[in-house]
């Protein structure tokens, strides 16, 4: 089992900056890739940025350039760098990790209660 705890998120301005960690407990052992998701209300969870356990990262369209996913392995720690905010960030942040307890075609997600991001114009 592995929970995941996000914190970060808050109040910001347009044009503010936030940064958003997700320490994680368990097996952390098992964990592989960790995501960051949003969802706003009444709109489907979308993908926001991605991190393997090596580092590589992909972002979304909408935050490339703007945003920064990390990873601390030692502290069990994933973060996502919030830039040049704007209204339409405006959502909840969820953080997931995906373990492979058993290899690459055993796959578990875990997810984290989420934290809310609130741009103001």
């Known amino acids: 089992q592995v929970q995941l705890v996000e914190s970060g998120g808050g109040l910001v301005q347009a044009g503010g900056s936030l940064r958003l960690s997700c320490a994680a407990s368990?097996?952390?052992?098992?964990?592989?890739?960790m995501s960051w998701y949003r969802q706003a209300p009444g709109k489907q969870r979308e993908l926001v940025a991605t991190i393997s356990r090596g580092g590589s990262t992909n972002y979304a369209d909408s935050v490339q350039g703007r945003f920064a996913i990390s990873r601390d392995n030692a502290k069990n720690t994933a973060y996502l760098q919030m830039n040049t905010l704007e209204p339409e960030d405006t959502a909840v942040y969820y953080c997931?990790?995906?373990?492979?307890?058993?290899?690459?075609?055993?796959?578990?997600?875990?997810w984290g209660q989420g934290t809310q991001v609130t741009v103001s114009s």
């Open positions: 997931k990790a995906q373990a492979l307890p058993g290899g690459p075609w055993m796959s578990r997600d875990y």
């Open positions: 368990g097996r952390v052992s098992d964990i592989n890739a």
